[in-house]
């Protein structure tokens, strides 16, 4: 079963974080939420506590297939602000292991790290220059190699069923897309 740890700072955006967390668990997929501020309580960008599986200091991510951040203000900046979670990536990416980041985390994030670097990705509209060394796509979902990134709120649903697809397959993916009533949205 794949593993996924999911970072979470004061601010995330709440569909960007519990969307891809609800979707990834019915497929059978191992997600853990990471609170990074220490405390088990991580609230939202709009003002919604939300409980995490684990405190980042518990964590080792040796078995992460993929580590992922939400977007959000200032969430966003509040996970780039951690060291630990910025290692945790760089050390992601040396292994050539799966990273995904939403809305304002490719940008404000990865890009920063040097992630994105000669890679084709998408984020939030108005962070696209922040991008910097990476080819901005303005697509709901980009993947390059290792790395899936999302526009915004809106692409939470796509983004999370391309990431179980890459985790737990295409045909798990698409019977969790058809079960949530998913599929004749975009038909």
């Keep these: 079963m794949a593993k996924v740890y999911v970072f979470l700072a004061n601010g995330f955006e709440d569909v ?7 979707v990834l668990r019915r497929g059978g997929v191992d997600v853990v939420t990471v609170s990074t501020t220490g405390q088990p309580i991580v ?11 684990v405190l980042f200091d518990a964590c080792d991510f040796a078995d992460a297939d993929l580590l992922m951040l939400p977007g ?17 990536l760089l050390d992601q990416q040396k292994k050539g292991k799966k990273i995904a980041a939403i ?12 992630i994105l670097d000669g890679k084709k990705a ?10 910097n060394e990476a080819e901005y796509t303005g697509d709901l979902v980009t993947v390059d190699g290792t790395v899936t990134t999302g526009e915004g709120p809106a692409a939470a649903f796509p983004y ?3 990431l179980l697809s890459q985790l737990a397959g295409k045909g798990i993916s698409d ?3 058809e079960g949530m009533r998913f599929k004749h949205l975009m038909a």
Aim: some cysteine; aromatic content about 6%.
């Design 160 to 162: 999370a069923y391309e």
């Design 16 to 22: 960007e974080a519990l969307i891809p967390v609800d």
């Design 175 to 177: 019977q969790i897309a």
């Design 72 to 88: 959000g203000m200032p969430g966003a900046s509040n996970l780039y602000a951690h060291e630990g979670v910025c290692q945790a």
């Design 122 to 131: 998408t984020c939030y509209p108005g962070f696209e220059d922040a991008l």
């Design 43 to 53: 609230e939202s960008a709009h003002g919604v506590g939300i409980r995490a599986d």
């Design 103 to 114: 809305c304002a985390s490719p940008a404000v994030v990865l890009a920063p790290l040097g």
